[in-house]
């Protein structure tokens, strides 16, 4: 079994400052780990992913997410926040060597502000 | 390169309608995949299919709702007698061999579906 909390349902920021969106998992296998992007009425993006190697993960858009085994956490963190980062974020979890059936946590909307 | 396309973008039925969404995955991935969004809520997995076959329906409602991914043509996501919880985001994803694998899905833009 397998499920991703995402700790915040909402996060404000402004705008050149640090941004933190965080994520718990819980698998019984060692696991996949993505973050995806939705833009308002539109399709998700593919942020980042986690598959086992190096355990900081460096995505698009200046984005990255750190695996912590120890803590079971896979946090989103971006140096600096643009306008054009306001979007909802997914965690998701993928059990590692099996077809492709994602968990998707419940989101993080992240608004930010001049 | 076109991505996965999805259609239509929205749609409109009364209750006890049908409902019929289309997707076309992108150019050479053989996996697709649907998920429904509900308002508020993360995407939950629906059916997983390759050309003629459906591999995983576990998370299909058992009545009324239906998927195929035909040799030729798109994929479908067919549900009958529409009722108002039916009202979500529809989302198709698809995938090479190696994303059947790793979990990495390319999604398309949804169709939206209201249900009056």
């Known amino acids: 079994a397998q499920s991703v909390t995402q700790l915040d349902s909402h996060v404000s920021v402004s705008e050149g400052t640090p941004v933190l969106l965080r994520c718990n998992y819980s698998s019984s296998y060692s696991p996949s780990l993505f973050w995806y992007v939705q833009h308002p009425n539109k399709g998700l993006q593919l942020l980042l992913k986690y598959t086992s190697a190096a355990t900081l993960v460096k995505g698009i858009n200046g984005f990255e997410a750190e695996f912590k085994k120890s803590e079971t956490s896979f946090h989103l963190t971006k140096p600096s926040a643009h306008m054009s980062d306001a979007a909802e974020y997914f965690c998701v979890v993928s059990p590692t060597g099996t077809a492709s059936k994602l968990t998707f946590g419940t989101g993080t909307r992240l608004q930010v502000t001049l | 390169n076109a991505g996965v396309m999805q259609n239509p973008r929205h749609l409109v039925r009364r209750r006890g309608q049908e409902a019929r969404l289309r997707c076309s995955p992108m150019?050479?991935?053989?996996?697709v995949y649907w998920y429904r969004q509900l308002p508020e809520e993360g995407l939950k997995f629906m059916v997983y299919l390759q050309k003629e076959n459906i591999i995983d329906e576990s998370g299909m409602p058992k009545e009324r709702f239906s998927a195929e991914f035909p040799k030729e043509g798109p994929s479908i996501l067919r549900i009958q007698q529409v009722v108002r919880g039916d009202s979500a985001a529809y989302f198709c994803a698809s995938s090479p061999i190696t994303g059947a694998n790793t979990g990495e899905l390319f999604f398309g833009e949804g169709s939206r579906l209201t249900v009056l």
């Open positions: 150019k050479g991935h053989s996996h």
